[in-house]
């Protein structure tokens, strides 16, 4: 088999990090800088469903609806998205916008496109990422984003979570895996960039389900790929099921061990966006170590280096 995409194995990681991307795409590090460009959902409003998504607290998420009135421009949210990064990490210098909070596709094409325009038009943005639903992305908006996509990097991070209808239907997501199905299809026809985001280790769900949904993955083949663990924050329907003792979260071993099997899966290619939820302390209730820095990265670091094997492992054979 031929490889052309960075050995990310001979720098010393189990998985093809997005880091490792970033820097083969652009030549130096990338970082995402949250952006609000203050859409709704329509699994809140009524036209999907009401209430959101079980775990959903819209602000809980993204630091651009947490820490900025929704009113501030793009420019201005770029602009202190980019100083906090840079206090944080004092060397970067490139970044992408990530419209996140929210549906950010649903909205007229136009008034996307210049969104869309404004964030690119920023002199530190060489990309941009959109988070959305697959039931929000109709032709229109596709034809759009192909169009500008010829110009700018761009990516499509459509929420998933699982294959899985009993997982979907608790998780109260209003969409089912064949619409997902036919979105993704769509958006290959329109040569648009995909990021698939995933939640493991939802209650119902055992290994045989992970891996099912894994395999899945691995023949639909995105460009990258975002694992989370099911966490609780405050204010959401879920909350009240963690309460009542209704509901097991994994534990950090337990996550560990479902991501090294998801991983396996993945043909070595895929790029792997980010490996665990994160979430403002203040709203995270549980569990304890979705808030203790890099626990999750060391754990499926250890759990990949007990079994020799690595993303792709099992693909490969
Ligand atoms: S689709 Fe996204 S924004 Fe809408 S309720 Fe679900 S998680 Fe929240």
Not at 121 to 148: F, K, N, Q, S, Y
Not at 149 to 175: A, P, T, V, Y
Not at 289 to 313: L, Y
Request: net charge neutral.
């Amino acid at each position: 088999m031929t490889i052309e995409f960075p050995d990310w194995k001979s720098m010393g990681h189990y998985y093809f990090p997005l880091g490792v991307s970033m820097r083969q795409e652009f030549g130096c590090a990338v970082w995402k800088v949250s952006v609000d460009i203050g859409c709704s959902c329509p699994n809140i409003d009524g036209t999907v469903g009401t209430g959101g998504c079980l775990f959903c607290n819209t602000s809980s998420f993204a630091p651009s609806r947490r820490f900025l009135q929704s009113e501030t421009s793009i420019s201005e949210q770029i602009n202190t998205g980019i100083r906090q990064l840079q206090r944080r990490y004092g060397k970067a210098k490139k970044f992408i916008a990530y419209f996140q909070p929210s549906t950010n596709t649903y909205l007229s094409p136009d008034s996307l496109e210049q969104f869309c325009r404004t964030a690119l038009a920023h002199t530190e943005i060489v990309g941009l990422a959109i988070g959305t639903r697959p039931d929000a992305l109709p032709d229109e908006i596709l034809d759009m984003l192909e169009l500008l996509s010829r110009k700018f990097w761009i990516q499509l991070e459509i929420g998933l979570q699982s294959i899985h209808q009993k997982s979907l239907d608790f998780l109260n997501r209003g969409h089912n895996y064949p619409v997902f199905l036919d979105t993704f299809r769509r958006c290959r026809q329109h040569h648009l960039r995909l990021g698939v985001h995933l939640i493991l280790g939802i209650p119902g769900e055992d290994r045989g389900d992970v891996l099912a949904t894994a395999h899945e993955i691995a023949r639909i083949r995105p460009d990258c790929v975002k694992l989370h663990n099911l966490y609780v924050v405050r204010e959401t329907p879920l909350e009240k099921l963690w309460q009542d003792g209704k509901i097991h979260l994994p534990t950090l071993k337990e996550y560990a061990g479902l991501v090294v099997d998801f991983l396996e899966v993945l043909p070595p290619e895929i790029v792997i966006d980010r490996i665990s939820g994160e979430a403002d302390a203040s709203f995270l209730l549980a569990p304890d170590w979705t808030g203790i820095k890099h626990a999750a990265r060391n754990a499926i670091n250890q759990e990949f280096q007990q079994r020799h094997s690595f993303q792709g492992s099992r693909y490969l054979m």
